[in-house]
């Protein structure tokens, strides 16, 4: 079946230490995006790419970075810069610039912060 | 720049009731708009989206949603609400240079029996 996968679901990291969420897509999008979620705070936008070897810094890139070397792949990685990395983190995809605008989600990860 | 607003962080209903969720949004262009429902643990399902044409917008489980442009509204509302309609739900807008997508901070919607 079509559609985003995410790996790990839940993934535990000490303070200090880089981790990378997988975010994998067979819709065949040209674009692709990583939201992070807090309780109260809705979802915010780390880093969105709507074409291989570019992407864009969202609202709150700092203490993130991505790559985008496959359409299908968009690997984001949480860096010991970030200084409150505990969050839901979602990967997203829609087709490049579509007429609805319409997101395709994951299930999302989890990543605790020991 | 595009935003959105969800009035009130969380909802109450009884089964049966009325349910009536909040958005007001603010866009320097024509907005499109969307309500997507997350369950607990899991990502974000498209209910519904407005683009062009009709305002009363109807999407899956029941819900619809009426764009306003006097009001600067998109409220999700459902006639009788269910158990299983218990979820976070996120108003969005589309950026004016189409490349992303903005969510409200959403409203956990409880459902009491």
């Known amino acids: 079946d079509g559609g985003i996968t995410q790996s790990p679901k839940y993934l535990f990291r000490k303070e200090g230490q880089n981790v990378t969420l997988s975010c994998e897509q067979n819709?065949?999008?040209?674009?692709m995006y990583w939201y992070r979620q807090d309780p109260g705070q809705g979802l915010r936008l780390i880093y969105y790419?709507?074409?291989?070897?570019?992407?864009q810094k969202g609202d709150i890139a700092e203490g993130y970075s991505v790559s985008r070397e496959k359409k299908e792949s968009f690997p984001l990685t949480v860096t010991s810069a970030q200084k409150n990395p505990t969050a839901f983190y979602l990967c997203?995809?829609?087709?490049?610039?579509?007429?609805?605008?319409?997101?395709?989600f994951g299930e999302g990860s989890r990543l605790t912060v020991l | 720049a595009q935003s959105v607003t969800q009035l009130g962080s969380h909802v109450s209903v009884s089964e049966g009731a009325l349910v009536l969720l909040r958005c007001n949004y603010s866009?320097?262009?024509?907005?499109?708009l969307f309500w997507y429902v997350q369950y607990p643990n899991q990502g974000l399902q498209l209910l519904l989206k407005?683009?062009?044409?009709?305002?009363l917008v109807k999407g899956i489980n029941g819900f619809e949603a009426e764009f306003k442009k006097s009001e600067t509204s998109f409220h999700l509302t459902k006639p009788s609400a269910h158990m299983s309609d218990a979820a976070e739900y996120f108003c969005?807008?589309?950026?004016?240079?189409?490349?992303?997508?903005?969510f409200g901070s959403g409203t956990r919607l409880s459902i009491r029996p």
């Open positions: 866009s320097s262009v024509p907005p499109y």
């Open positions: 997203a995809s829609s087709p490049r610039r579509a007429d609805t605008g319409e997101l395709f």
């Open positions: 969005a807008v589309r950026d004016s240079s189409a490349s992303k997508i903005i």
């Open positions: 790419s709507q074409i291989v070897n570019d992407f």
């Open positions: 407005y683009t062009t044409g009709a305002t």
């Open positions: 819709l065949n999008h040209d674009a």
